[in-house]
């Protein structure tokens, strides 16, 4: 099987539910920019959250499942990944408008992320929330080379990346998002 993270990830419908949910609280958010989301989005957003990493299946298992930290030449072929999923889903006609906003889900407000280094305004309303939810479900989910965070832990590293990696408006989505959760028993 190919990454197992992914395939959890995609298994577990985090990717689609999770963003799906920040669209729809974006949607009904009266600080989100009138431009950012229309009824059709927030379906959209849920998709592309589903096949953001499908780029992955250009990328070695030994890379993706490796236990330590990578080297600096393997996290150049990982930051590859986006690239990879806007080429295959470019290709198939009915994935094709989600192309954009899933490749840009490494892009930061500040112009550092991967793999175009847009920023600003410049990035896909979609993959700003997109951005948000695929960080948060990285930090809280077991991965092989580290446990994982708690939610409040993940919200606070990602807090004090607000306006640098996150939009404001969906990082608030995700924290209410969270905050609305019930506990587990």
Same mark, same amino acid.
């Given at each position: ?17 999770? &963003? ?30 589903l ?28 930051? @590859?990944? *986006?690239?990879?999923? @806007? ?5 198939? *006609? ?25 920023a ?12 948000? &939810? ?6 809280? &989910? ?5 446990? *994982? ?13 607000v ?18 959760? *019930?506990?587990?028993?």
């Open positions: 099987m190919r990454d197992g993270i992914t395939y959890l990830f995609a298994d577990r419908g985090l990717a689609l539910v999770m &963003a799906a949910a920040f669209a729809s609280l974006l949607f009904m958010t009266a600080s989100a920019p009138a431009e950012v989301f229309f009824a059709k989005d927030v379906l959209h957003t849920g998709d592309a959250g096949l953001h990493d499908i780029g992955k299946l250009g990328v070695s298992n030994a890379i993706l499942d490796k236990p330590g930290r990578l080297t600096e030449a393997e996290y150049e072929v990982i930051k @590859e990944h *986006p690239r990879n999923t @806007e080429e295959i889903l470019l290709r198939v *006609p009915i994935f094709s408008g989600l192309a954009v906003p899933a490749a840009a889900h490494h892009e930061r407000v500040d112009g550092r992320g991967y793999h175009r280094g847009i600003g305004d410049a990035i896909p309303a979609m993959s700003r929330v997109l951005a948000c &939810a695929d960080v948060f479900d990285a930090l809280t &989910a077991k991965r092989p080379y580290r446990d *994982p965070m708690s939610t409040d832990d993940a919200l606070a590293l990602m807090g004090r990346d306006g640098a990696a996150f939009f404001p408006e969906p990082f608030a989505a995700l924290c209410a998002h969270v905050d609305a959760q *019930p506990l587990a028993a």
